[in-house]
C-alpha cells in the first residue's frame, strides 16, 4: 500500500509574501548596512576588520552627500510602508529612522559653530584615541 500525500498550501518558490514586519526589518537591515558602508570608522567601532585602512570623509560634501541619501531613503521608507499598518515596535523602528534624518537636516545649519575644544572629545583627540581604543 503507498499513500501520496499532497498540500494543498504548497507554496511556489517565491510566491511567499513577507509580513509588513518582515519587509520593514529586511529594509531597515539592508539601508543601515548602505549607510555603514560609508563609514569605516563606524564599522571598526562595531568591532568589523573590513576597511581597517580607511577612514571617513569628513568634508562638507561628504556630508551633504549623506544628508541627500539619508532623504532618499526616508522618501523611499513612507512611501513602501504604510505607516498606519505597522505595529508600535515596527513604529518605533520607522520614527527613529525618520528622526535621524531630521537630525542631521536640521543640523546642517550649525554644523561649524561647535566648540573645537572640550572635555568630551575634540578634533584634536579623536583620531589618537580611536587609533588607541580601535
Excluded at 104 to 117: A, D, I, L, P, S
Aim: negative net charge.
Amino acid at each position: 500500500m503507498t499513500f501520496i500525500f499532497i498540500s494543498c498550501t504548497e507554496k511556489e518558490k517565491g510566491e511567499e509574501k513577507k509580513s509588513p514586519k518582515a519587509a520593514l526589518l529586511e529594509w531597515l537591515d539592508t539601508n543601515y548596512e548602505e549607510m555603514l558602508q560609508r563609514s569605516p570608522i563606524q564599522r571598526t567601532m562595531q568591532g568589523r576588520k573590513d576597511h581597517y585602512n580607511k577612514v571617513d570623509d569628513m568634508s562638507e560634501e561628504a556630508q551633504d552627500e549623506l544628508l541627500l541619501w539619508q532623504e532618499a531613503s526616508v522618501y523611499k521608507l513612507k512611501e513602501n510602508f504604510d505607516y498606519e499598518a505597522l505595529s508600535e515596535d515596527d513604529k518605533i523602528s520607522n520614527n527613529l529612522w525618520v528622526y535621524q534624518y531630521d537630525e542631521m537636516k536640521e543640523g546642517k545649519e550649525h554644523r561649524n559653530m561647535g566648540y573645537v575644544f572640550h572635555q568630551m572629545g575634540c578634533v584634536h583627540t579623536f583620531f589618537t584615541s580611536f587609533v588607541i581604543n580601535f
